[in-house]
């Protein structure tokens, strides 16, 4: 059943059920999940293509915004679950963000915070996870409850390795790499580095990174040391056919 909506999008299977909620969602995306709560809101801006999204929503006040051009690959969202529901949970990801098969976005805790900048490339099988809830962590001497966040941050123009991890008290800057099945912990503050490792740390810093050689100017060093590299191995590599 389909309650509540403003859309253009395509909605399969997609139901809504509560009071207050709001989608606002291109016609591009093809969205497949659950809305049950109240007072939720989900905006999927327009995408050049057509994309497929699973959202699954669990509980009331909850926030999710994509921005525009995004590449979702089918990328699975879950705020709370039918047994335990969350609340006042949001995730932004910024314009431009592109990511492969198998990714999963997890805000199990209540105010759980993902925020996403923009153009970002995320490989396949990435999970970022909020919180643990409803498995439970206390300190064994005075009782606190750990499984707290305030917020996971991940800035513009990061790109994660494939099958990483990124958990609930992590932040990436600006212009990072993070390193295929890196396991992400901390939080960072340098711009333009590489972060790998389980756990992750810096590994490399002053690094640059393009999606592709058409970003690149063809007067600037960094093409002219490519196709100087390019070239090398080229030539050294012995013709198949001689």
């Known amino acids: 059943m389909l309650k509540n909506r403003e859309l253009k999008g395509y909605m399969e299977t997609f139901d809504i059920t509560g ?4 989608t606002k969602i291109s016609e591009q995306i093809i969205v497949q999940g659950v809305i049950q709560g109240n007072n939720n809101y989900i905006q999927i801006d327009s995408s050049k293509k057509q994309q497929r999204l ?6 009331d006040n909850n926030k999710i915004v994509i921005g525009r051009n995004s590449n979702l690959n089918n990328l699975r969202i879950e705020t709370g679950s ?3 529901q969350s609340h006042n ?3 932004e990801i910024g314009e431009g963000f592109s990511i492969a ?3 999963r976005f997890l805000l199990p805790n209540i105010g759980n915070t993902i925020l996403i900048g923009k153009n970002c490339m995320f490989s396949n099988n990435i999970i970022i996870r909020g919180g643990e809830f409803p498995h439970l962590i206390f300190d064994k001497d005075t009782g606190q ?3 707290v966040s305030e917020g996971i941050f991940i800035g513009s123009h990061v790109w994660v390795g494939e099958q990483s991890y990124i958990n609930k008290s992590a ?11 890196s396991v992400v912990t901390k939080r960072f503050e340098e711009e333009y580095c590489v972060i790998a490792g389980s756990p992750a740390k810096v590994v490399k810093r002053n690094v640059v990174w393009l999606s592709n050689q058409s970003q690149l100017e063809v007067d600037s060093k960094a093409y002219q040391s490519l196709i100087k590299t390019r070239k ?3 030539d050294s590599t012995p013709n198949s056919g001689s």
Do not use: H
């Open 145 to 147: 409850y750990l499984d």
């Open 232 to 234: 090398q191995k080229l």
């Open 171 to 181: 932040t990436i800057p600006n212009d990072c790499i993070i390193g295929a099945q």
């Open 54 to 59: 699973q959202v699954y929503v669990y509980g």
């Open 89 to 91: 949970t949001i995730l």
């Open 101 to 103: 098969s198998k990714g």
């Open 19 to 22: 009071t207050n909620n709001k």
């Open 82 to 84: 039918k047994k335990y």
